[in-house]
Every structure is written in C-alpha cells, then in structure tokens.
C-alpha cells in the first residue's frame, strides 16, 4: 500500500497509538476536581481529534463560557502529562510496520494536534529510533486541518509533497491530507468508523498495520 510513497506524515492518536483510555481518565479528573460532570468513553471518543482546548470545549457544559472552564483545562493539562502512558501504548503490528518502512528508506513525520510537550514525551518513549519529526501544537502555526503542521514536517524532513502520503484516522485527518495536497490512507482501527469516514470523503483504507507494508 505504502510501496510507491517516499515520505509518510502520520497521525498520533487513534493511528500509531491508543491514547484514547487516558485522554478518557484524564478529562473526567479535571471535571471532577472542578465539579463539572463526567463523560463517558464513547463521549470522549467522539470529542478528540481537534486539540486539547477543543476537546475540554466539548467536554465542559458551556465550553468557555463555562466559569470553570480555565480551571478544568489546566487541571486536565497537568494531569495528563503525569499520567499519559498509563494506559497508552501503540497499537498491535504498529512497532513492526515502522521497523519495516524505515528499513526501506521511508521518511517518515507525524503530525499531532496533541500540544507538543505531550508529543514530545511520546515521541521520545515510542518512535525517536523510526520518526524523524514530530510536530505538535505550538503556538505561531495553526493546528490541523490547516495544512501549516503538515508543511512544517515536511521542510524539517526536508523534503517536498511528491511521493508524500498522510496517514489519519479521522475527519479531520482528511480534511488536513486535502487542505495539504497529499493522498490520504484512512485506518480502521481508530476511533473512527468506516461509515463515518466515507461520509467524509475517505476513499483509501487500511484495516490493519499489516496492510500498510503489504504490495
């Protein structure tokens, strides 16, 4: 599947790992300590893909115009940074589809809307011996689906948009493969479906890690 691309840009969570039971623990810490009501794991689900700040938006009645909403923000950042691997990990094939394409020669980038000090820990754990980039949110570059994430990893890959590939597993990944000019490659074993993604305009999937290396 991956064989004619010379550059791959992946997503993090929902793609190359699990995240979802801690972002899921930590965001009802934040709301409990600052006594807003809790979600549950199909809620959360459906809220991350677009940042940190937008995802405690969607979890705080109100969003920001909740009183509370700083409170539960700062409370969910440092909490999550301490407990951010308690449940995370990659997903199964995952490590061995990356030991693969990096023994071909890929350049390989991943792109997060997870703010960069929490990519950054990860990145250092799981993928500084495959990844060459990691780009999280920042401030001064807008977040996906802008494209700008997407182009920064590729100038510090050094390399431009021909035979590059973005790998996601949501809307919003799609929207930022389109808005960048790059082919997208939608997993199903994120946390999204494949009826979800087709309603927005996925046309190429992957089922397991495996397919990626297959011919």
Not at 6 to 33: F, P
Not at 34 to 47: F, K, L, M, N, S
Not at 110 to 129: A, T
């Amino acid at each position: 599947m991956l064989k004619k691309y010379t550059t791959i840009v992946w997503d993090l969570d929902g793609t190359l790992m699990n995240t979802l039971q801690d972002l899921w623990l930590s965001v009802n810490h934040a709301l409990r300590e600052c006594g807003q009501p809790e979600h549950t794991y199909e809620e959360i689900r459906q809220y991350v893909g677009n940042g940190v700040r937008r995802l405690i938006e969607r979890a705080v009645p109100n969003g920001v115009d909740n009183p509370r909403f700083d409170d539960v923000f700062e409370e969910f950042k440092r909490y999550y940074m301490v407990h951010c691997q308690d449940n995370t990990g990659l997903f199964q094939g995952i490590a061995e589809v990356l030991q693969e394409l990096k023994k071909q020669g890929k350049r390989m980038a991943i792109v997060s809307n997870k703010w960069q000090d929490g990519v950054d820990e990860l990145y250092r754990d799981w993928f500084k011996d495959t990844i060459e980039v990691a780009i999280g949110e920042r401030e001064g570059i807008a977040r996906k689906p802008a494209p700008d994430m997407v182009e920064l990893a590729l100038r510090e890959l050094g390399v431009g948009k021909e035979g590059a590939v973005y790998i996601g597993d949501s809307d919003v990944d799609l929207m930022t493969a389109r808005n960048s000019g790059l082919p997208c490659i939608s997993v199903l074993w994120g946390f999204r479906d494949k009826d979800f993604l087709l309603q927005h305009g996925a046309t190429t999937f992957a089922t397991t890690p495996a397919d990626l290396v297959s011919d």
